[in-house]
């Protein structure tokens, strides 16, 4: 079961689907282990560095082996920098990749998380954009609001990207 429907009958049901960061295989096998005996539905997340440690012959097993598990598992690129780490992602079976965009324009984070939608969706991947920051401090301990997320940008970006 990929993503979407993951989450839309999560909706529906009222229920969550937790996610968490993987950076090693034990650590996979773990929360595999977890979900089974819970009998639920889990988003393994990989940040690049975790892909990298794993390494690609062993995640290429991984997500053949998540399949075969009945029990909806979801796996995603969490935090990808650029296209080619959302391609290898795609490639290595990741049904879901998140496109972090955040730190760049607006205009580039529309075109890189458009481009990174166009390829994904064509193979089924849902894609996950980043827009603006998280809510953080300033020197002063204060929280400067021009760095929150604008909704009205936040929704021309959902329109222009089709994330």
Known sequence: MNQLTMLKKANKEGYIVPAFNVSSFDICRGLIDACVEMKSPVILQFSESAMNYIGDDLLIG???????????????????????????????????????????????????????????????????????????????????SERYTNPIQAKEFVLRTGV
Request: charged content about 30%; overall charge positive; cysteine-free.
């Open 62 to 144: 991984l997500v053949a082996s998540v399949k075969k598990i009945k029990l909806p598992i979801s796996v995603h690129l969490d935090h990808g920098k650029n296209f080619e780490i959302v391609k290898r992602a795609i490639h290595l079976g990741f049904d879901s990749v998140m496109i972090d965009g955040s730190t760049l324009a607006f205009e580039e984070n529309v075109k890189i998380t458009k481009k990174v939608v166009d390829y994904a969706h064509k193979k089924g991947v849902t894609v996950e954009g980043e827009l603006g920051v998280l809510k953080v401090a300033d020197d002063d301990g204060k929280i400067a």
